[in-house]
């Protein structure tokens, strides 16, 4: 299983909205909104980077409202 932050910025005033669309997806494991730089933070799981990959760019990137994401992956350390 791999994990992965994902941080995004959003028009002013879509927060909410984006966050309620992203909380409905497969492979979303946590949504919220935040301050700060960024307006809300996912935590996102998958079997393998590549499912990962697919999940960020053809589903959440795909909401509507968000204009810049940034992925964090999540290590063991």
Do not use: F
Not at 19 to 44: E, K, M, N, Q, S
Not at 51 to 57: D, H, S
């Amino acid at each position: 299983m791999v994990q992965a932050y994902i941080l995004i910025q959003t028009e002013v005033g879509k927060a909410r909205d984006v966050a309620g669309h992203i909380a409905d997806l497969t492979g979303v494991v946590r949504v919220d909104a935040v301050t700060g730089p960024y307006d809300v933070v996912v935590l996102t799981e998958a079997n393998t980077v590549d499912e990962l990959g697919k999940l960020i760019v053809s589903n959440v990137q795909m909401v509507p409202g968000i204009t810049r994401t940034l992925t964090c992956s999540v290590v063991h350390l």
